[in-house]
């Protein structure tokens, strides 16, 4: 069965460098969630998607942007990274918004920052 | 807003022994889902079980299984037969199923298991 699919896997930027993590939901699922794993921390919820508009924020900061195209996938852009947003980064979907519905994980864009 | 605590950074356990992990929960809400996640070296995240808080019957799969205290908001995991390849990071979330809520999932630190040969 498809999963959800994540590039790239692993990322190294300079710090004030871009980044652009990439998610491919499953298809038929039209929610995205993203979560931010610091290293033996517990994930944080991001922002998520729902039929490409945005339907809930956590704690994102200002220099993260993201959105869902048309296709479902989602982009999270990061601008002027700092060391501190070395992280796994997960992106999930679900089919609806439903609480019902369980979140499927990708493999995770492990992001370094030098 | 709700809160997932989990007790026990690291536990141990004896290869085919059985092992229980802890997690308790505070929310206002009576209608909730409650998920164990396995999170291994690799990282990937995988669900190992999931409770509905409405279905008092306790979710089971395989060698997993809950203990759903909904009174006590307590929702513990139990691993019998433990193997080697269940050495991970166990994770227990929670999530609203309210409309207009958010549905995000809301962790708890996370557990780490150490299977012993």
């Known amino acids: 069965a498809a999963g959800v699919i994540q590039s790239p896997r692993h990322l190294i930027k300079e710090k004030r460098e871009t980044a652009t993590l990439k998610c491919y939901p499953i298809?038929?699922?039209?929610?995205v969630y993203w979560y931010q794993q610091g290293p033996g921390q517990d994930p944080q919820f991001l922002i998520s998607?729902?039929?490409?508009?945005?339907?809930d924020k956590g704690s994102i900061p200002d220099r993260f942007s993201a959105q869902q195209f048309s296709d479902y996938h989602s982009e999270l852009n990061m601008s002027s990274l700092e060391l501190g947003d070395s992280a796994l980064y997960f992106c999930?979907?679900?089919?609806?918004?439903?609480?019902?519905?369980?979140?499927?994980f990708g493999p995770g864009t492990r992001l370094t920052v030098l | 807003a709700q809160t997932v605590t989990q007790s026990q950074p690291e536990m141990s356990v004896q290869e085919a022994e059985t092992v229980t992990l802890s997690c308790t929960y505070d929310?206002?809400?009576?209608?909730?889902?409650l998920f164990w996640y396995k999170q291994p070296p690799s990282r990937q995240m995988i669900l190992v079980i999931r409770?509905?808080?409405?279905k008092q019957q306790n979710a089971t799969e395989n060698r997993f299984s809950v203990n759903f205290q909904k009174a006590a908001k307590s929702f513990s995991l139990k691993i019998s037969d433990s193997q080697l390849g269940d050495a991970a990071m166990y994770f227990c979330?929670?999530?609203?199923?309210?409309?207009?809520?958010?549905?995000?999932?809301?962790w708890g630190l996370g557990t780490s298991l150490a299977v012993n040969p």
């Open positions: 409770q509905e808080a409405y």
């Open positions: 298809p038929r699922h039209d929610t």
């Open positions: 929310t206002s809400e009576s209608d909730y889902y």
């Open positions: 998607f729902y039929e490409k508009m945005q339907s």
């Open positions: 999930a979907s679900s089919p609806g918004t439903s609480g019902r519905n369980e979140q499927f």
């Open positions: 979330a929670y999530r609203s199923v309210n409309a207009g809520n958010n549905r995000k999932l809301i």
